[in-house]
C-alpha cells in the first residue's frame, strides 16, 4: 500500500467497487429498518463511496464484502483498543466457552477478578458493577446517583448513549422521561453555574465527558481549571460527579481521561475499549454511592453477568498494562498529528480550506471550519471521498482512534493519503 504519484484530481483515485455491499443493504432495507443502526447507516459517511458491510479484520485493518481493503481509523467506534482479532484476547475467551462455559444461574468468581482489578487501577473506584454497553453504564450511574441524593435532576454535557433520558432523537419517548435532564456546553462551567443556581437543590447528578468530542465538530481539551471547577460547583450543589469515560477510559490513558486532566470524579463508567471489541461496561467509584446499588437501586440483566466479557476484559487490561500499550498508541497517535499538521501547514490548508487536525493522540479528527457559504460541507465530503477510495477508513463526521497494530507502515500510508486529499480539496474546492 503506497502511494506512488498522488492524485491531481478525485478522478484519478479510482471509484470503489462496492455493488457487493449496496445489494446487501437493499436486502437488509427490506428485514431491519434503516437496513443497519444508527450511526452506521450509509448517510453518516459518503453515501456511495463507503462501502456499507465489513467482512473481516485483522490488526489495524478491515476488509468490506467486495474485498476492499482498508486501514481501520473508527476501531468498531471506539473498542478495538489492541487490534481486529487479537489473539491472546480470543485464546482466553475461547478457552472459557471450551473448558468452563460463561452463562450460568449464578455468577463465575471471574467477576471479582475484574471487580479487583477495576478498584485497584481507578482512584475514584472503591466499588463496581458491570454491564453490558456504554449507555447501560451512564444509565445505571445517574440511577445510583439519584437513588443516593434522592433527588431527581441531571445535568449532562456530551454524548452518553441511546436511552431516554439522554439521547438526542426524541422519537418515542415521553417527555416526562427527560424533562428532569439538562444540558450544558463543554469548557462552559458559567452554564453550568447558570444550571446549578436554579435547580442546584434538586441535582442528583452532573455527568460529563471529560474530553470534549462533539459529533462533526473539532475535539476540545478541557480548559485549564474547566474539570476541577465543574468537581467544585457539583459538590458546591451535593449533586454526584460522574465521569463518562466510555470513549476515553483504557485509551486515553488506564483510568482514563478524568485522572489525565488531574481530576477524580465521584463515579466513572467505562466501557469500549475495556475488552478490545466484546460487550461490557463498567460503574465504578465511591462506595457510599455505590451501595445504593445493594437494595434500593436495582442493577440486573441475565446478560450483566455473562463471563465471556470478563475474561475478554480482564485479558485485554492485562495486555495493556504489560505491554505498555497506551504509551505505544501515544507515540504512534502523536506522531500522526504531527506529521498530519505539518502537511496542512505547508500546503496553507487551514487558511485555503479550513482544514484542521484536533484532538490528543490516541484520538483526533480532521474537521473542516465552517464557512458562510457552507463550502466546508463539500470540503468535507471531497476530502473523506479520496481517503476511503485510497483505502482510509475514516468517518466524516466522528473522530478516528489509534489502535496497537497499527503500523508505521499504515501511518505513513494514511499521512500520504491525507496529503493527497488535501491538495485535491485545495484545488477542486477553494
Ligand atoms: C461518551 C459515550 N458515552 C456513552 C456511550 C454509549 O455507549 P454504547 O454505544 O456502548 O451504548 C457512547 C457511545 O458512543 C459514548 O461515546
Redesign the pocket.
Known amino acids: 500500500m503506497v502511494i506512488v504519484d498522488q492524485g491531481e484530481s478525485v478522478n484519478d483515485i479510482p471509484h470503489l467497487t462496492i455493488d457487493r455491499s449496496l445489494r446487501e443493504l437493499e436486502r437488509a432495507r427490506s428485514l431491519i429498518p434503516g437496513g443497519v443502526l444508527g450511526i452506521r447507516r450509509p448517510y453518516n459517511f459518503v453515501e456511495g463511496e463507503y462501502p456499507v458491510f465489513f467482512r473481516e479484520g485483522r490488526g489495524g485493518r478491515v476488509t468490506d464484502v467486495d474485498g476492499n481493503e482498508y486501514i481501520d481509523f473508527l476501531c468498531g467506534?471506539?473498542p478495538i483498543i489492541l487490534g481486529q482479532r487479537e489473539q491472546e484476547v480470543d485464546d482466553a475467551v475461547i478457552e472459557q466457552i471450551r473448558e468452563r462455559g460463561f452463562c450460568f444461574s449464578l455468577t463465575q468468581e471471574v467477576q471479582n477478578e475484574l471487580a479487583q482489578k477495576i478498584v485497584d487501577l481507578m482512584p475514584c473506584a472503591q466499588m463496581a458493577v458491570f454491564v453490558k454497553?456504554?449507555?447501560?453504564?451512564?444509565t445505571t450511574a445517574v440511577r445510583l446517583a439519584r437513588g443516593y441524593t434522592g433527588r431527581t435532576k441531571v445535568i449532562r454535557c456530551?454524548?452518553?448513549?441511546?436511552h431516554d433520558w439522554c439521547v438526542e432523537v426524541k422519537g418515542g419517548i415521553p417527555e416526562k422521561l427527560y424533562e428532569d435532564v439538562h444540558e450544558f456546553e463543554y469548557n462552559r462551567p458559567d452554564q453550568l453555574a447558570d444550571l446549578l443556581g436554579t435547580h442546584g437543590a434538586d441535582t442528583a447528578a452532573v455527568i460529563i465527558?471529560p474530553l470534549g468530542?462533539p459529533l462533526a465538530e473539532k475535539m476540545q481539551e478541557p480548559a485549564p481549571g474547566f474539570l476541577a471547577e465543574v468537581k467544585r460547583l457539583a459538590e458546591l450543589h451535593g449533586a454526584v460527579l460522574i465521569f463518562?469515560e466510555?470513549?476515553t477510559g483504557f485509551r486515553v490513558s488506564i483510568p482514563g481521561a478524568g485522572e489525565h486532566y488531574g481530576v477524580t470524579p465521584h463515579l466513572a463508567?467505562y466501557?469500549?475499549a475495556m475488552a478490545n471489541g466484546y460487550s461490557i461496561?463498567a460503574v465504578c467509584g465511591r462506595r457510599d454511592i455505590m451501595k445504593t446499588g445493594e437494595k434500593e437501586v436495582f442493577i440486573s440483566s441475565t446478560f450483566f453477568p455473562n463471563s465471556l466479557s470478563y475474561v475478554a476484559a480482564l485479558t485485554t487490561i492485562g495486555i495493556l498494562q504489560r505491554d505498555r500499550v497506551l504509551d505505544a498508541i501515544h507515540d504512534k497517535g502523536r506522531s500522526y498529528i504531527d506529521r498530519v499538521q505539518a502537511a496542512i501547514d505547508r500546503g496553507g490548508y487551514f487558511e485555503r480550506i479550513g482544514a484542521e487536525i484536533s484532538g490528543i493522540p490516541p484520538m483526533s479528527f480532521i474537521t473542516f471550519a465552517r464557512d458562510e457559504q457552507k463550502r466546508y460541507k463539500a470540503r468535507r465530503e471531497l476530502f473523506y471521498t479520496c481517503l476511503i477510495r485510497r483505502g482510509v477508513f475514516q468517518q466524516p463526521f466522528h473522530h478516528g482512534y489509534i489502535c496497537y497494530r497499527h503500523t508505521d507502515e499504515d501511518l505513513d500510508y494514511t499521512v500520504g493519503a491525507i496529503d493527497e486529499a488535501l491538495a485535491i480539496v485545495a484545488r477542486e474546492c477553494p
Open positions: 467506534y471506539g454497553t456504554g449507555s447501560d453504564a451512564t456530551g454524548y452518553h448513549g441511546w465527558t468530542h463518562d466510555v470513549r463508567v466501557g469500549k461496561a
